[in-house]
């Protein structure tokens, strides 16, 4: 069973910095992409940042170059820093990853895709 667990939410003041982490645990045999996404409060979920296996990073044409996502495979970790946070910022972040876990022979793999429960972002004015 593979798990993903955000942490570094919190409140911030305009201005502010924080460095979100996500963590995956358990049974993994290889991660292939890791996610940020944002829902602000009404919303539909919208894609952060999103980092490769090899490394390649993508962001959507609409996020600020405030938001950088790293990955440490070592760790099966990626992190979201975000500098000059505003109110327009605050949401729940969510992260998301696929890969695939061992099967039940030799050289068989199973996929999988995990959401965590999300991290609060809140920035005051």
């Known amino acids: 069973q593979v798990r993903v667990v955000e942490t570094g939410g919190g409140v911030v003041q305009t201005g502010g910095s924080l460095i979100l982490s996500c963590e995956v645990s358990?049974?993994?045999?290889?991660?292939?992409?890791m996610a940020w996404y944002r829902q602000p409060l009404g919303l539909q979920r919208e894609l952060v940042a999103r980092v490769t296996e090899d490394g390649m990073k993508c962001y959507p044409r609409d996020v600020p170059e405030r938001f950088t996502i790293r990955r440490d495979s070592t760790k099966n970790a990626a992190y979201l820093q975000m500098t000059n946070l505003g109110p327009g910022d605050s949401s729940v972040y969510v992260c998301?990853?696929?890969?695939?876990?061992?099967?039940?022979?030799?050289?068989?793999?199973?996929?999988?895709?995990?959401w965590g429960q999300g991290t609060q972002v809140t920035v005051s004015s």
């Open positions: 998301y990853v696929d890969g695939y876990t061992p099967g039940l022979g030799p050289g068989f793999r199973i996929g999988f895709d995990e």
């Open positions: 358990g049974n993994v045999h290889e991660i292939t992409t």
